[in-house]
């Protein structure tokens, strides 16, 4: 057995290693040490899942935003974004076909949009709340201050996906704007954590200006806020942004990344993500084979999808909602899971 192969055993061992070894498995990517990764993640989350993954539906409620981020579709700055909000009942109508479809999870994404006040969104969490109780709703909304959060949490959401994007100031300052820090962002997370949310941190693979350092203190990190959830997907150029003619990130990095937060974190909840659909079309079927457990079909009306679009050639925008949960059902099957809609929580306490 090689020397990485061994740091593999270590850190499921251990449940971390020292930045120069994360560097150091980061720099000797090959489909052996993928393999080997991967063998031990999945088995350590059949241990705590079995053969279950967990299907989140999507809905993408509004993409206008006011932040401008390099990187992103639905920047501000993007005047070539064809905008849009959901109304309520609109909402409301994707939910219900969700429900219909048996999904108890929904998330609720946007850019960070003002219109959306902390009232209108309690509104529509509260709403939804009543009348189906049993589901567990995520936002998925950007940076809000505690106070937001708190009512957002007192109005029922249960959970809260907000990627920190990268844990180096250095890298940060490269991928946003001067008006954003990544300070706040990493005190949203630990705001969010402590009012009792289930909690999910991330990364974009391959983000321009990213080095295997910066990866290396982003698995410190992950360790260290130890989130419910991991949201990570390759860094795919979007044709309307400064970052246009900036390379994609790897299929190969990847999946190797999923399988060692798999092992690093047991029992978290980690999707295999549209991104990774996109750069590979098994992309998400290897995602899971590399330790991943999380699906999150798109429920969005499909009059708006394409505009929802952080990233070009972003798949499933075509779709009725039906035809991708159909397709996502026989993709898990395919790599010998099963889909599990009801609430799928954390199983940490
Ligand atoms: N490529 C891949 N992922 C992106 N995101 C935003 N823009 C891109 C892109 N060009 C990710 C960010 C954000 C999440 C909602 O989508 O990580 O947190
Ligand atoms: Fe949307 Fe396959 S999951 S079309």
């Known amino acids: 057995m090689n020397e990485l192969m061994k740091l593999i055993d270590k850190l499921e061992l251990q449940g971390s290693l020292t930045y120069e070894e994360y560097v150091m498995l980061l720099s000797n990517n090959s489909q052996e040490l993928r393999d080997y990764a991967a063998l031990k993640a999945v088995s350590i989350k059949e241990k705590y899942y079995s053969n279950k993954v967990f299907v989140r539906g999507l809905i993408e409620f509004s993409n206008y935003c006011k932040n401008d981020c390099y990187y992103c579709g ?75 959060y708190k009512a957002f949490k007192k109005a029922g959401a249960d959970r809260y ?24 962002r990493k ?69 190797l990344l999923l399988s060692l937060i798999r092992i690093m974190l047991p029992d978290v909840l980690l999707p295999s993500t549209t991104a990774l659909g996109t750069i590979n079309p098994r992309g998400r079927e290897m995602g899971l084979m590399a330790g991943a457990n999380v699906v999150m079909p798109n429920l969005s009306p499909v009059k708006v999808r394409q505009k929802y679009s952080l990233y070009d050639n972003k798949i499933c925008t075509g779709e009725e909602a039906a035809e991708c949960v159909d397709c996502l059902k026989k993709r898990v099957e395919l790599t010998g899971n099963i889909i599990v809609t009801d609430r799928g929580d954390s199983p940490r306490k």
């Open 74 to 148: 639905i920047r501000n700055g993007n005047h070539n974004c064809d905008r849009y909000r959901l109304s309520q009942d609109e909402i409301f109508e994707c939910c219900r076909q969700g429900y219909d479809f048996g999904y108890r999870t929904f998330v609720f994404q946007s850019g960070e949009d003002p219109y959306y006040s902390d009232e209108r969104i309690c509104n529509i969490v509260s709403s939804i709340k009543s009348e189906y109780p049993d589901v567990a709703i995520t936002l998925s909304i950007g940076e809000k201050s505690i106070d937001s």
């Open 161 to 184: 996906l907000l990627r920190h994007e990268t844990c180096n100031e250095d890298h940060y300052s490269k991928l946003h704007p001067q008006n954003m820090s990544g300070t706040n």
């Open 187 to 255: 005190q949203c997370l630990n705001n969010l954590k402590s009012l009792g949310f289930q909690v999910g941190a991330g990364i974009m693979v391959g983000s321009p200006y990213q080095t295997k350092e910066n990866i290396a203190e982003d698995l410190i990190f992950l360790k260290e806020l130890n989130p419910h959830m991991v949201g990570i997907g390759p860094f795919i150029s979007h044709k309307d942004t400064p970052f246009a003619d900036m390379p994609n990130g790897t299929l190969e990095d990847t999946l």
